[in-house]
């Protein structure tokens, strides 16, 4: 049986040595981190879980090409996201849903003002601003300022060039900076 | 003042992403632009925010079964790995295992079948051979079975009874006590006898293939007659009880 003292190195020598089980705890490490990554990209709690399974099989079945020594988890989500594009890329009504999932959600809670503390209301309104942002957009704010990937990382990740990533991180803040005082104000 | 700073060099220093002469500019802008010092500090909230985001938590059935979903996922491709090639071996290894069985239920050599007597006439067909058949002592029944036995397709040649009697005759019982004289008057009464002398199968009935009588068969198997012998060696029969008045005799 392996534990979670065992580091992410050992377990994965472990795991290319052909001992699957101790895969188990590398999935007890990373499965909430890795949600928040597909949450923030499809919006969706169900397709964000499924999407977590299925990054942890392909990691899996591909632990061959995994290098021993690299970080594990970068690894491990370069996986999940672009198992993610290519996803969002089928369902592209996931957007939608979600967006008016957290819009009403948002609006049941303006009926019950006790529980709204400023903050919380601050927070929500984030989370609905983020729902209207494009996809794009979305993802590459995710990936830059809750994930803290480099301009290099998002590059290779998302397979564009490294002056897009500028670009288009700058422009998605502009936007999502213009939604916030547009709901501000209404 | 008129503000010329792309937004991308703006969000490229809040990154820390921009290389020494662009964050030599940006720095050199800001210092000067007091509307661009107002939209860094209106991103750096709106990062804030977005790390402080809410998002929906994930479902119970996510965080306690996840794993063992993973797990029983990852564990089969090595399971089935052993019957990679099953759509070529399972075919074969099924009719290997219907052969076993056949051979398993194939008749053993306890038990005579109805082809054995093709044994016995191949056997008979190149040789003289003495053939013993235990005498039933038919004289003391009413309507007395006299006993034939098949060699070849001369029923009466072979048999030699009264010479090959053998000193078991004594055991023999009486064909009364096998108590076959309620059998129809044209009917034929089949056995066969083991080795030891034994009824084990008895079939009734005109046809060459005769029916399985059960209740004749339960009545008579078991009983003990003298061994047959062929050629001198104790060997099992096939046996034609042909039903007669004995005044025919």
Not at chain 2, 117 to 135: A, C
Request: one cysteine or more; proline letters at 4%.
């Amino acid at each position: 049986m392996y534990n979670n003292i065992e580091s992410d190195e050992a377990l994965l020598k472990s795991v290319k040595e052909g001992d699957c089980e101790a895969f188990n705890p590398l999935i007890e490490r990373y499965k909430l981190p890795l949600y928040k990554v597909m949450y923030r990209m499809t919006l969706n709690r169900d397709d964000a879980e499924d999407l977590v399974e299925e990054a942890f099989i392909k990691a899996y079945r591909g632990i061959d090409k995994f290098e021993l020594g690299r970080p594990f988890y970068s690894w491990l989500r370069r996986i999940a996201v672009n198992n993610a594009i290519n996803f969002i890329k089928k369902e592209r009504r996931s957007r939608i849903e979600s967006f008016e999932a957290v819009e009403s959600r948002i609006r049941d809670d303006k009926h019950n003002p006790v529980t709204m503390t400023k903050q919380k209301m601050l927070r929500e309104r984030i989370g609905l601003a983020m729902a209207k942002l494009p996809k794009d957009s979305r993802i590459i704010i995710s990936l830059k300022v809750e994930q803290d990937l480099s301009y290099d990382q998002i590059s290779t990740l998302l397979k564009i060039p490294r002056g897009t990533v500028m670009s288009r991180l700058a422009r998605a803040r502009q936007r999502l900076k213009q939604i916030v005082k547009e709901m501000e104000m209404h | 003042m008129k503000c010329d700073l792309p937004i991308e060099l703006l969000s490229g220093y809040l990154d820390g992403e921009l290389d020494d002469k662009q964050k030599a500019q940006v720095e050199d802008h800001l210092k000067e632009c007091s509307t661009c010092q107002e939209e860094l500090k209106a991103l750096r909230q709106i990062d804030n925010d977005v790390k402080d985001e809410v998002f929906e938590e994930p479902s119970r059935e996510f965080v306690f079964t996840l794993n063992r979903r993973v797990m029983d996922k990852i564990r089969v491709p090595a399971r089935r790995s052993l019957f990679r090639f099953a759509p070529v071996f399972a075919p074969v290894a099924a009719a290997f295992l219907i052969l076993i069985v056949l051979i398993n239920i194939s008749p053993s050599t306890k038990v005579a079948q109805i082809d054995d007597r093709m044994v016995y006439q191949e056997l008979v067909q190149r040789q003289e051979v003495l053939v013993s058949i235990p005498e039933p002592r038919i004289a003391r029944a009413p309507a007395s079975m006299k006993r034939t036995a098949r060699v070849g397709k001369d029923k009466a040649a072979a048999v030699q009874t009264e010479e090959t009697r053998v000193a078991e005759a004594d055991e023999t019982y009486d064909i009364a006590e096998l108590e076959v004289m309620t059998l129809p008057g044209e009917g034929v009464v089949r056995a066969i006898i083991d080795s030891t002398g034994m009824v084990i199968k008895v079939a009734t009935g005109n046809t060459r293939i005769p029916e399985k009588d059960t209740m004749l068969e339960n009545r008579l198997s078991g009983q003990q007659l003298a061994p047959p012998l062929i050629a001198g060696r104790k060997k099992q029969v096939y046996v034609d009880f042909a039903a007669t008045d004995e005044k025919d005799d």
